[in-house]
């Protein structure tokens, strides 16, 4: 189990033996451990999972009772339900309906993590909440995952190397600077010694803002084009007091950082409508235009992100600066143009 994992669960090591095998106080946890979920558990499941007999089972059961938990044994026989009474399970905590709704889109928002451990965990964290859900939200939230979704967009997949994003996030809780070697986009690699500072979500994709110690640097990285990433357990370098990953996307139009430039871009009648319902940059000022149009300026990095978005608007934009740019966008839709021949 990697240390960042902070769970209420049994270690890895435990999780992987036959609980019927497992000594009296091993038992003893997983047991307390069931009879806290949500409903209980009903006694046979108990006593066919740690091989015990009705007796032992009460003796268990005693003793979590004089350890001053209010244990609820409802029916009878090997049918009979046990749990933990839920006023003591919401004891410490109780979950409003607009925090459980946080929490589902939190997990909805994640999904492009599907198949990694990071998934695993917030599940795990989310299925621990569940006592803490008062009964009368719990009846609000039963189809919750019909009544409300978050449609993601096209994803990345980390499924094919789970340890990786582990790696990831240890050095950065740790402090451990990385050996690690990067594939750009034109597949070149390059081994860098880095120092992990922030791990960012953009568009369904991880981003990790990192130190490069050679050149003394803080870089973006999209995490799955780590080919090695393998943090020094044994160093540890001080997180910089005055950094601010904020700082890193200010100018941004998406994660790429760097010096910012006035943007002008005019729209056609079309989609000034669209235009004009977002904020697309802190810095944006929009004019109208006698045709119905707008006109866009903002000052911003001319990163990739600005150029795929300008060129999705197709021939509803026209971009007046800077002039690098307009040559770029220019120069994209006529080799664009020039796939189709005649």
């Not at 081994?191 to 110690?213: F, K, N, S």
């Not at 430039?261 to 079309?270: G, S």
Request: charged share 25%; with cysteine.
């Amino acid at each position: 189990m990697h240390l960042y994992r902070v769970r209420f669960s049994l270690p890895a090591a435990m999780v992987s033996m036959h609980d019927a095998d497992l000594n009296k106080s091993q038992k003893f946890v997983r047991i307390l451990e069931m009879v806290s979920r949500r409903g209980g558990v009903p006694a046979h499941v108990l006593v066919d999972r740690f091989g015990l007999d009705a007796r032992t089972l009460r003796r268990y059961l005693a003793d979590l009772h004089d350890l001053g938990l209010p244990i609820e044994d409802s029916g009878t026989g090997n049918e009979r339900m046990i749990a933990i009474a839920p006023t003591y399970a919401r004891s410490g905590v109780q979950l409003t309906l607009a925090e459980v709704l946080s929490l589902h889109f939190g997990r909805t928002l994640y999904t492009f993590l599907e198949g990694t451990t990071f998934a695993a965990d917030m599940e795990g964290a989310i299925e621990r909440l569940q006592p803490a859900i008062a009964r009368s939200t719990a009846d609000l939230t039963r189809d919750i995952d019909r009544k409300f979704m978050a449609v993601g967009e096209h994803a990345k997949d980390y499924s094919s190397d789970p340890d990786l994003l582990d790696e990831v996030i240890s050095a950065l809780l740790y402090s451990n600077p990385a050996d690690a070697e990067y594939r750009g986009v034109r597949g070149m690699g390059k081994i860098y010694r880095l120092e992990p500072l922030t791990l960012a979500v953009y568009r369904q994709g991880l981003y990790l803002y990192a130190r490069d110690v050679a050149e003394g640097k803080i870089k973006t990285f999209a995490v799955e084009r780590f080919v090695r990433f393998s943090r020094l357990r044994r160093e540890s370098f001080t997180y910089p007091p005055d950094y601010d990953p904020r700082n890193m996307v200010t100018n941004s139009f998406g994660i790429t950082g760097g010096a910012a430039e006035e943007v002008v871009a005019r729209f056609t009648p079309e989609v000034s409508f669209y235009v004009r319902e977002r904020v697309w940059h802190p810095t944006q000022r929009l004019e109208k235009l006698p045709d119905g149009g707008v006109r866009l300026k903002m000052r911003v990095v001319c990163g990739p992100e600005l150029k795929e978005w300008l060129l999705g608007f197709g021939p509803q934009v026209r971009v007046d600066g800077p002039d690098h740019l307009v040559t770029f966008i220019r120069d994209a839709h006529r080799a664009a143009l020039a796939n189709y021949g005649d």
